[in-house]
């Protein structure tokens, strides 16, 4: 639907904060320099902010669904500070193959599919077509591309390997740059140019 709301949907790990092999601690994680400010700046544009993360972690007996609960408690927390809020946090626990039932499963959530994206656009009423996948790895750049929305690569984490994964396969991606801070200051420009293009 064309007039469905404008979401931004941001990786977690290697995104909103620094990398870190399976976080599984609140102690474990730190957003990266910026996060807050720039998502607070989505906020103030009542563009929806959702985090869609991979948690591979559960299903391998890393951590569990309760250890991620505190995790995203201080996540929202140290957001908050900047004044910035994320309207809901998506995470797939899932892996296809890794570990043990319930969680070994080749579900619909695990990206690349889209399926936080969708439970996200059904939740808050978003138009994927108008909206915006931010990540570090290939995996968020298909989930993007698989609903048609527009994909940023950040080089924070793993994005400059990323970055050349990308270049050498060709594949498709709508920006690559620095950070969370510039994802965001170009998604806005995106966003006025086209409004002005509207009339």
Do not use: W
Not at 39 to 60: D, E, K, M, P, T
Not at 85 to 99: F, K, L, R, S
Not at 122 to 145: H, K, N, P, W, Y
């Amino acid at each position: 639907m064309s007039d469905g709301k404008i979401g931004v949907f941001l990786d977690r790990d290697g995104t909103l904060n620094e990398e870190k092999d399976f976080i599984r601690t609140p102690e474990d994680l730190h957003l990266i320099p910026g996060a807050p400010e720039a998502v607070c700046v989505l906020n103030s544009r009542g563009i929806i902010a959702c985090v869609i993360s991979n948690q591979s972690g559960v299903a391998r007996g890393y951590l569990t669904e309760s250890d991620l609960a505190p995790i995203h408690t201080k996540l929202k927390r140290e957001l908050l500070l900047g004044g910035a809020v994320i309207d809901q946090i998506y995470y797939c626990p899932h892996h296809p193959t890794a570990g043990a039932a319930p969680y070994n499963i080749d579900c619909d959530c695990r990206k690349p599919k889209p399926g936080m994206l969708r439970q996200g656009a059904a939740d808050f009423g978003i138009d994927l077509r108008r909206s915006f996948v931010v990540g570090d790895s290939i995996v968020d750049m298909q989930a993007g591309e698989s609903v048609g929305a527009r994909t940023i690569l950040v080089r924070t984490g793993y994005g400059e390997t990323t970055e050349k994964l990308i270049k050498r396969e060709q594949l498709r991606v709508t920006a690559i740059v620095p950070s969370i801070v510039e994802a965001v200051d170009l998604i806005l420009t995106t966003l006025d140019g086209e409004q002005v293009n509207n009339g």
